[in-house]
T-cell receptor, first 111, second 117 residues
């Protein structure tokens, strides 16, 4: 699976959009970009994933650059409950192989 | 949606005893279960992969005789920490892959906080 690079931490004001960047310059054509988050002392939670098109669901939007070397997860209106560690993971999506976690970005939403 | 139920959520045990952690897939069949360990302020580290009806596959450096994994049915996988020591104190999380759109996603258990005293 391709390596990803994320900033170690970021702060966000409650009610504002949070934009979380992820670099994956070695991504290959059949690898998807997945985002998970882990709230303190809980199991990770799936947020969104995409291949090359931008995706949106009830939790977030995923913007993938045209060259697919980077992406941004957008939480449109951050709340205090969005405080968590966010993991960007790149992997082939068509198999059920193991999921490897990097260090992620610790997002702190402040009132 | 598909849920993996993990129990217990928290356990304290004495050094030298064994602890069993269960993960059950609800409303779907989990032929594969991944087991992770997470130390404070660190990321999740994969320990082993269990497959229903076959032996588990352990990651390098993980003692298979210490961390016994059983995947006896399509809805239950267990991790037993044998002869636990304080250094085994950690957060243990299970995860099952499942079909999601055109590919695979993963659903996680809520985790088990193990404290060995």
């Amino acid at each position: 699976d391709a390596k990803t690079t994320q900033p170690p931490s970021m702060d966000c004001a409650e009610g504002r959009a949070a934009n979380l960047p992820c670099n994956h310059s070695t991504i290959s054509g059949n690898e998807y970009v997945y985002w998970y988050r882990q709230i303190h002392s809980q199991g990770p939670q799936y947020i969104i994933h995409g291949l090359k098109n931008n995706e949106t669901n009830e939790m977030a939007s995923l913007i993938i650059t045209e060259d697919r070397k980077s992406s941004t997860l957008i939480l449109p209106h951050a709340t205090l409950r969005d405080t968590a560690v966010y993991y960007c993971i790149v992997r082939v999506g068509t198999n059920d192989y193991k999921l490897s976690f990097g260090a992620g970005t610790t997002v702190t939403v402040r009132a | 949606g598909a849920v993996v139920s993990q129990h217990p959520s928290r356990v304290i045990c004495k050094s030298g005893t064994s602890v069993k952690i269960e993960c059950r897939s609800l409303d779907f069949q989990a032929t594969t279960m991944f087991w992770y360990r997470q130390f404070p302020k660190q990321s999740l580290m994969l320990m082993a992969t269990s497959n229903e009806g076959s032996k588990a596959t352990y990651e390098q450096g993980v003692e298979k005789d210490k961390f016994l994994i059983n995947h006896a049915s399509l809805t239950l996988s267990t991790l037993t920490v044998t002869s636990a020591h304080p250094e085994d104190s950690s957060f243990y999380i299970c995860s099952a892959p499942l079909r999601q759109g055109g590919g695979y996603g993963y659903t996680f258990g809520s985790g088990t906080r193990l404290t060995v005293v």
